[in-house]
Nanobody, 114 residues
Framework: QLQASGGGLVQAGGSLRLSCGAS????????RGWYRQAPGKERELVAI???????NYENSVKGRFTISRDIAKNTIDLQMNNLKPEDTAVYFC??????????WGQGTLVTVSS
């Protein structure tokens, strides 16, 4: 239902762009976004975009990451600039429907070397 892509290895200060496509039941979800989970840590919200276009970001990524959406293609992207080693994690896209059902993508690994 959710297909994420775009992870990889990058040096500190570099950029990556993640993309997440959705299909079927997830079309028109109330909220879509990205979480990440670093080794030994809990999954945390990175960025979210609501149906009304409002965006929220985790404090440590503000000014560096930008979440965007293409309504026609039913995709969301996460542009990540000025990446830091502490951004290293598996990134999961997610969607929440109006019924409250949450869907997760398969995760894509982002590794930032110092």
């Amino acid at each position: 239902q959710l297909q994420a892509s775009g992870g990889g290895l990058v040096q500190a200060g570099g950029s990556l762009r993640l993309s997440c496509g959705a299909s079927g039941k997830i079309f028109g979800a109330n909220a879509r976004g990205w979480y990440r989970q670093a080794p030994g840590k809990e999954r945390e919200l990175v960025a979210i975009i609501l149906n009304n276009g409002i965006r929220n970001y985790e404090n440590s990524v503000k000014g560096r990451f930008t979440i965007s959406r293409d309504i026609a293609k039913n995709t969301i992207d996460l542009q990540m600039n000025n990446l830091k080693p502490e951004d290293t994690a598996v990134y999961f896209c997610y969607a929440k429907t109006s019924a409250g059902t949450v869907y997760w993508g398969q995760g894509t690994l982002v590794t930032v070397s110092s």
